[in-house]
């Protein structure tokens, strides 16, 4: 219910909604992944800011079909696309996979049973 609330006010308004990862990059925490550089991070904000990730030239993940630029200005391409910067592609594959059943797991709590309307 909230969520297609939120979708509608979303479409109404004609607003933009950005994911930006602060978290981990080329790597899980247990695999040798690194932290975002919160530089990097700046820019990335600055760059949503300014107008650039909505002008830039965009590509769809896989697993999460999100649309990720493919270049901004002072960052490397490959931390725009988290596949792009794992050295090992099937671990990354593995990884993602889990990461959306694990989305899809928690989204699970809040889904509402509908019950048909009688006459």
């Given at each position: 219910?909230y969520g297609e609330?939120l979708m509608?006010?979303l ?6 909604v950005?994911l930006?990862n602060?978290g ?8 040798g992944g690194?932290r975002f550089d ?13 107008g ?9 993940t896989?697993i ?9 200005p002072g960052v ?8 792009h910067?794992?050295?090992?592609p ?10 959306y059943?694990?989305c ?11 019950v048909?309307?009688t006459?």
């Open positions: 219910m609330l509608q006010k479409a109404s308004s004609g607003a933009s950005y930006v602060t981990w990059h080329s790597g899980s925490y247990v695999s690194q919160l530089g990097i991070t700046r820019q990335i904000i600055d760059h949503i800011h300014s650039v990730v909505l002008a830039a030239e965009k590509t769809k896989a999460f079909d999100l649309n990720v630029p493919t270049h901004l490397d391409d490959k931390l725009l696309n988290p596949q910067a794992w050295s090992d099937n671990a990354y594959q593995e990884n993602a996979k889990k990461l059943a694990s899809h797991r928690n989204f699970e709590q809040y889904e509402v049973e509908t048909p309307e006459a």
